[in-house]
């Protein structure tokens, strides 16, 4: 059942008060790391092990006055839901981890949930975005980040009012990229007009008949709703063919790591829904950027910022609940979940959905990005 599944087990990095200690509490983690997903994949596993290293360094986890460090144990599900719903049976049944967390794609994350259901295992989601996925009445799934009509409402707003409509459309032919433009469609109000709306499936590399159906339409703007590699080969053809539009992104196209893919002409002046701009100026966001940047060289990324949030929240359950092997207490503590984290304070609806904040950042010409909403937020260029 576990063919093609590879599991990572990372052993948790004791902090000196545990040095003795042979306690440990694992957690589960289901992502891609490998295949073409693997750099997304990477954001989150590093936000996931940058929590379990701070963990650790403070002591671990402390249940029914018992002191235990922290690990976790890792499956590549490639983004296929027969591999996540494999390698979630796995994590509860033989690994036994008192929560699962991660996951990026939505359709994987909705074949796992039944199955972490069924053997009474709380999942922290904390990249998937289809709003359908807390609309299930699954009392066992929890997700710190926002979905498509919480990210989609600021960009809804702008478009509103910058006045960008005519407003086209190009995105994923899969539950993703369908589900994005459904959700902003229901969003804008009934006298925004959308006057192009086409879907490409995963792997095509050709953008030009969209291009022209765009041109053809009189569209202002265009929303990409795809992640980096696409959009990167989207914007490029775009920008090419002088098509002269306001671009929109998604959260894939708002980080540094995306400018080496494109150049700062072809984003300037595009803007994008961003879950954590990590140059922001606030303490929290700025405390964990500097610390990502230490730990990766590299500037930090909203996916890792959730996946610390999570394992965080995940080990404040556990402490919580104060006892190990009953998931239904630790389902319970997560429920009344009240948590500051990097990503702002994650407090869990009667759905399993959190509502943390979120922001549109705009590339500038000099290829740094600014906030340009909520308004309270905005920052001159360099602070998104």
Request: aromatic share 8%; charged share 20%.
């Amino acid at each position: 059942m576990m063919r093609g599944i590879r599991a990572i087990a990372l052993a948790g990095l004791l902090a000196p008060g545990l040095a003795q200690a042979a306690d440990t509490i694992t957690f589960g983690i289901v992502s891609a790391t490998s295949g073409p997903l693997a750099a997304a994949g990477k954001f989150q596993i590093n936000g996931f092990n940058l929590a379990m290293e701070k963990l650790n360094r403070d002591g671990g986890i402390e249940v029914g006055g018992k002191k235990y460090s922290v690990a976790l144990k890792i499956y590549d599900t490639h983004c296929s839901p027969a591999e996540g719903a494999s390698a979630m049976e796995r994590l509860a049944s033989v690994d036994k981890v008192p929560v699962v967390l991660g996951e990026l794609c939505s359709p994987v994350a909705a074949a796992e949930m039944p199955v972490a259901q069924d053997n009474s295992v709380p999942f922290i989601i904390t990249v998937p975005t289809a709003e359908s996925l807390t609309e299930q009445g699954n009392p066992w799934t929890f997700r710190v980040n926002a979905d498509n009509n919480q990210l989609n409402k600021s960009l809804g707003q702008l478009v509103v009012n910058r006045a960008m409509a005519p407003l086209a459309f190009i995105a994923w032919n899969n539950d993703a990229g369908r589900g994005g433009v459904k959700s902003m469609q229901a969003l804008l109000p009934a006298d925004v007009k959308v006057a192009y709306t086409g879907y490409f499936n995963v792997g095509e590399v050709d953008f030009s008949a969209h291009v022209s159906n765009i041109r053809r339409s009189g569209a202002k703007a265009v929303m990409l709703f795809m992640d980096e590699e696409p959009g990167a080969l989207a914007i490029r053809q775009i920008r090419d063919a002088g098509l002269d539009v306001q671009l929109i992104g998604t959260l894939a196209m708002g980080s540094g790591r995306f400018l080496t893919r494109l150049n700062a002409q072809y984003l300037s002046g595009m803007v994008q829904y961003n879950a954590f701009p990590p140059n922001a100026p606030l303490p929290r966001i700025k405390s964990f950027n500097d610390a990502y940047v230490a730990a990766f060289k590299d500037e930090s990324h909203g996916f890792a910022a959730q996946s610390y949030d999570a394992l965080m929240v995940a080990a404040d359950a556990v402490h919580r609940a104060g006892v190990l092997g009953n998931g239904e207490a630790v389902r319970k503590a997560l429920a009344a979940t009240r948590y500051d984290g990097v990503i702002g304070e994650i407090r869990f609806d009667a759905k399993g959905q959190a509502n943390p904040p979120s922001y549109v950042t705009q590339w500038c010409d000099d290829g740094t990005r600014k906030i340009v909403f909520p308004e309270a937020l905005a920052s001159a260029c360099g602070g998104g």
